[in-house]
């Protein structure tokens, strides 16, 4: 049976990676609904059989072209977006994960992203427009100071 992300009959699970490196925060522009053109966190859907922390690696690594070190859980999110005669286009429930990356190299944008970018943490509020996604790097960044 075909597993299907639009009008879903279940919620997916999905990891969105707040990957540091230093003070910076990488972020990719979407190329694909839900969010299609909205800068956001790298992620996507776990596959049957992949840990939390191994879909995360991957997802970046697919999206970014980086090799990422996840560590931590930072909370979970609901993503669901509406039709306007109610009915669900997308339902992710998304479990947030920290992640660092000790190298110099650039992301390269792949797979559903458009573009990506390291930006310093005092820029992410200008480029992100979810707030669950702000809420989320917040978070994040609250975690790494204690």
């Not at 286009?89 to 190299?105: I, K, N, P, Q, S």
């Given at each position: 049976?075909?597993?299907?992300?639009?009008?879903?009959?279940?919620?997916?699970v999905?990891?969105g990676?707040?990957?540091?490196?230093?003070?910076?925060?990488?972020?990719?522009?979407r190329?694909?609904?839900?969010?299609?053109g909205?800068w956001?966190?790298p992620?996507?859907a776990?596959?049957?059989?992949?840990?939390?922390?191994?879909?995360?690696?991957?997802?970046?690594?697919?999206e970014t072209?980086l090799?990422?070190?996840p560590?931590?859980?930072?909370?979970?999110?609901?993503?669901?977006s509406?039709?306007?005669?109610g009915?669900?286009?997308?339902?992710?429930?998304?479990?947030?994960?920290?992640?660092?990356?000790?190298?110099?190299?650039?992301?390269?944008a792949?797979?559903?992203?458009?573009?990506?970018?390291?930006?310093?943490?005092?820029?992410?509020?200008?480029?992100?427009?979810?707030?669950?996604?702000?809420?989320?790097?917040?978070?994040?960044?609250e975690q790494?100071?204690?």
């Amino acid at each position: 049976m075909a597993m299907v992300r639009e009008f879903p009959a279940r919620p997916w699970v999905g990891v969105g990676v707040v990957v540091w490196q230093r003070d910076r925060v990488l972020l990719i522009q979407r190329g694909r609904p839900p969010g299609a053109g909205q800068w956001g966190l790298p992620g996507g859907a776990q596959k049957l059989g992949e840990t939390l922390f191994e879909a995360a690696a991957r997802e970046v690594l697919e999206e970014t072209g980086l090799l990422v070190n996840p560590y931590a859980v930072i909370t979970a999110v609901d993503g669901i977006s509406r039709e306007s005669d109610g009915r669900i286009r997308f339902h992710y429930t998304l479990v947030e994960v920290a992640a660092g990356y000790d190298g110099d190299a650039e992301p390269v944008a792949a797979d559903d992203a458009v573009d990506a970018r390291w930006v310093p943490l005092e820029d992410v509020a200008t480029l992100v427009e979810w707030t669950e996604t702000l809420r989320v790097i917040m978070a994040a960044a609250e975690q790494r100071r204690t």
